[in-house]
Nanobody, 127 residues
């Protein structure tokens, strides 16, 4: 079983930057996909960024392309999300999530079937 712990959220003004971290532990050998999803109040969860472990292929939601960067440090067992040019619309709870190889897992819509989730870290962007 995989355990995930996020950190790095906070409150910033529009245009600011944050770096989220997600430390993984447990049985991480089967992880194929790692990603960040977010959920704003009264809105559905949406996939923000996805990374394929091994190939380092990445995918981003259109709204964050060019502003967010997902990366993974295997030596530290940590997933990152660097966020620049933050906008009030980025305000949400951000969750780290991982999955072994599953059908449909390699897309931003596949998060719903991922089997490991962190507790979330809040990001608030003021205008």
């Amino acid at each position: 079983q995989v355990q995930l712990v996020e950190s790095g959220g906070g409150s910033v003004e529009a245009g600011g930057s944050l770096r989220l971290s997600c430390t993984t532990s447990g049985d991480t050998s089967e992880i194929r996909y790692m990603g960040w999803i977010r959920q704003a109040p009264e809105k559905k969860r949406e996939g923000v960024a996805l990374l394929y472990i091994g190939s380092e292929t990445t995918y981003y939601h259109d709204s964050v392309k060019g502003r967010f960067t997902i990366s993974h440090d295997s030596a530290k067992n940590t997933l990152y999300l660097r966020m620049h040019g933050l906008e009030p619309e980025d305000t949400a709870m951000y969750y780290c999530t991982t999955s072994p190889p599953i059908v449909g897992g390699g897309s931003l819509l596949g998060f719903q079937n991922y089997n490991a989730w962190g507790q979330g870290t809040q990001v608030t962007v003021s205008s």
